[in-house]
T-cell receptor
């Protein structure tokens, strides 16, 4: 299976709250899992990434949690701010080094 | 500033017409990619190139063509054979295909049918 399933499709969070976006995959050969952030009319930009031999990676307010046995990984945004409002994509890298992308989550942070 | 420039930002295609989307990078990256983005879907790979004068088909190459004559340039042609070309097209580059170097994206070209 080459798919990466991302949920939810959209998410509304109050300012200061925690935003959580989940992804699941089937292919155990995926070896690198990045998250990208995209603002309207712009290309995606790398936010944070993790390898499957690590269970958690934190960069500022952004944390990836990785569960290798469940084949799931998630993005947590702590203290969510209006400037975090964007579409977030998870991805997974397959054996030919190409990325398979989730469908995206539109995040809205309400002030 | 180093980056990826895509042009034009908006493009309209008539029936039976081929159109070419430009992608230029000054990051000295070896690998370049073309993706298609449709609403509610993730990015889908059209073509990619690891080195000059070499490129490979991605998952949805039918109706598209590319060339890689220069390291910094990777133009995409949407041919008349692509029956549903309306989409947001994104070009990306990375320092190396076989590495953890991130893909850097341009700001896209939105293609519509007249």
């Amino acid at each position: 299976q080459q798919q990466v399933k991302q949920s939810p499709q959209s998410l509304i969070v109050q300012k200061g709250g925690i935003s959580i976006i989940n992804c699941a995959y089937e292919n155990t050969a995926f070896d690198y899992f990045p998250w990208y952030q995209q603002f309207p009319g712009k290309g995606p930009a790398l936010l944070i990434a993790i390898r499957p031999d690590v269970s958690e990676k934190k960069e500022g307010r952004f944390t990836i949690s990785f569960n290798k046995s469940a084949k799931q990984f998630s993005l947590h945004i702590m203290d969510s701010q209006p400037g975090d409002s964007a579409t977030y994509f998870c991805a997974a890298r397959r054996s030919n080094y190409q990325l398979i992308w989730g469908a995206g989550t539109k995040l809205i942070i309400k002030p | 500033d180093g980056g990826i420039t895509q042009s034009p930002k908006y493009l309209f295609r008539k029936e039976g017409q081929n159109v070419t989307l430009s992608c230029e990078q000054n990051l000295n990256h070896d690998a370049m990619y073309w993706y298609r983005q449709d609403p509610g879907q993730g990015l889908r790979l059209i073509y990619y190139s690891q080195i000059v004068n070499d490129f490979q088909k991605g998952d949805i190459a039918e109706g598209y063509s590319v060339s890689r004559e220069k390291k910094e340039s990777f133009p995409l042609t949407v041919t008349s054979a692509q029956k549903n070309p309306t989409a947001f097209y994104l070009c990306a580059s990375s320092a190396g295909d076989r590495s953890n170097q991130p893909q850097h994206f341009g700001d896209g070209t939105r293609l519509s049918i007249l």
